[in-house]
């Protein structure tokens, strides 16, 4: 089977980094996406990551361990509209299941 | 260009009304996918078409539920007979390429439709 753990809620100070964790265990590995969802809004695509490592893309960065099953996203210089949940999702092989498995989401508040 | 729109945004049916939710994905994308997603948790997968052939309905919760895509563009989700439990966000996603694409295929979604069943 499949397994995505996220934190549920995260608090964070404007200006702060912020570190969102994602575990996952599943078959047929192939990427992982972190996208952002403001409340009653689409869910925005922020990042993809298949390689190990750290992929950077101005505020925000994504990391990846494929052996340990962990990928994390990074939220540099916190803005109060990055008040959002922030959605982990394991890609597999095959496509079952439209091949995109959502964890749970972690909602974070940004306080001033 | 314009994103993945779906209609209505807002739906209240009587238990056991029959609705029928719209989704216009971006155009020129092959898949398309249907999503449930429950307050305050993340979306749970219903169905995905390639074109206008449904490959996949394994996450359809029961018959009452039913998807097309008959011109491979537009796609309705239809519910027969709604119930409480079908009180949910239902999400379209679109993406590019099939599935079975090795590259990342970003899944674009639209903002939803709420479904609120009394």
């Known amino acids: 089977g499949q397994n995505i753990d996220q934190p549920t809620e995260m608090t964070a100070t404007e200006g702060a980094i912020v570190q969102i964790n994602c575990t996952y265990q599943t078959s047929g590995f192939n990427g992982l996406f972190w996208y952002q969802q403001h409340a009653g809004e689409a869910p925005t695509f922020l990042s993809y990551n298949v390689l190990d490592g750290l992929e950077e893309k101005g505020r925000f960065s994504s990391f990846l361990s494929r052996s340990k099953g962990y990928s994390y996203l990074l939220l540099k210089e916190l803005q109060m509209k990055d008040s959002a949940s922030y959605l982990c999702?394991?890609?597999?092989?095959?496509?079952?299941?439209?091949?995109?498995?959502f964890g749970k989401g972690t909602k974070l508040s940004v306080k001033p | 260009g314009a994103g993945v729109s779906q209609s209505p945004r807002y739906k209240v049916a009587k238990r056991g009304q029959d609705v029928a939710l719209r989704c216009d994905p971006i155009?020129?994308?092959?898949?398309l996918f249907w999503y449930q997603q429950a307050l305050g948790q993340g979306p749970e997968f219903l169905t995905y078409?390639?074109?206008?052939?449904?490959?996949?309905k394994s996450g359809l919760p029961s018959d009452r539920f039913f998807a097309e895509r008959p011109e491979g563009s537009v796609s309705t989700l239809k519910i027969q007979r709604t119930q409480q439990e079908d009180s949910a966000v239902y999400l379209c996603?679109?993406?590019?390429?099939?599935?079975?694409?090795?590259?990342?295929?970003?899944?674009?979604f639209g903002a939803g439709t709420r479904l609120s069943v009394l």
């Open positions: 078409f390639q074109n206008e052939a449904q490959l996949d």
């Open positions: 996603a679109s993406s590019l390429r099939s599935v079975d694409s090795t590259e990342k295929n970003i899944q674009y």
């Open positions: 999702a394991v890609k597999r092989y095959g496509g079952s299941q439209g091949n995109l498995i």
């Open positions: 155009s020129g994308h092959v898949s």
